[in-house]
């Protein structure tokens, strides 16, 4: 019943942008800590951002610190990565899940996920060179 859906990914050249869209279905993200993780072939899956319920906690791994910007819209039940200045090293699927605890550290970036989570199916990220 419970549901996420990414969708934004695509192929982009060096310096692009793209924007990811995680959509829920079934529950309410507000009530929801989320996460935005990516795996690249031959690497463990790493956290790329994530946010407490609140929003009082926020984390960015420090490869993408500054370039990327995690956000909420309540009204669409949607939660966004804005991804600027793109990198062939940003290339993976990314994930997004959302869990009703995450701890949330920022030294050294780290997002665990607690209680009951939901993963979306992934999108893809290519960017060429």
């Known amino acids: 019943q419970l549901q996420l859906v990414e969708s934004g990914g695509g192929l982009v050249q060096l310096g692009g942008s793209l924007r990811l869209s995680c959509a829920a279905s079934?529950?309410?993200?507000?009530?929801?800590?989320i996460g935005w993780f990516r795996q690249a072939p031959g690497k463990e899956r790493e956290g790329v951002s994530c946010?407490?319920?609140?929003?009082?906690?926020?984390m960015y791994a420090d490869s993408v610190k500054g370039r990327f910007t995690i956000s909420r819209d309540n009204a669409k039940n949607t939660v966004y990565l804005q991804m600027n200045s793109l990198k062939p090293e940003d290339t993976a699927v990314y994930y997004c899940?959302?869990?009703?605890?995450?701890?949330?550290?920022?030294?050294?970036?780290?997002?665990?996920?607690?209680?009951?989570?939901?993963w979306g199916q992934g999108t893809q990220v290519t960017v060429s060179s």
């Open positions: 079934g529950f309410t993200l507000d009530y929801y800590a």
């Open positions: 899940a959302a869990a009703h605890a995450m701890e949330i550290t920022t030294v050294p970036p780290m997002c665990v996920l607690a209680g009951n989570d939901t």
């Open positions: 946010t407490s319920s609140s929003g009082r906690s926020t």
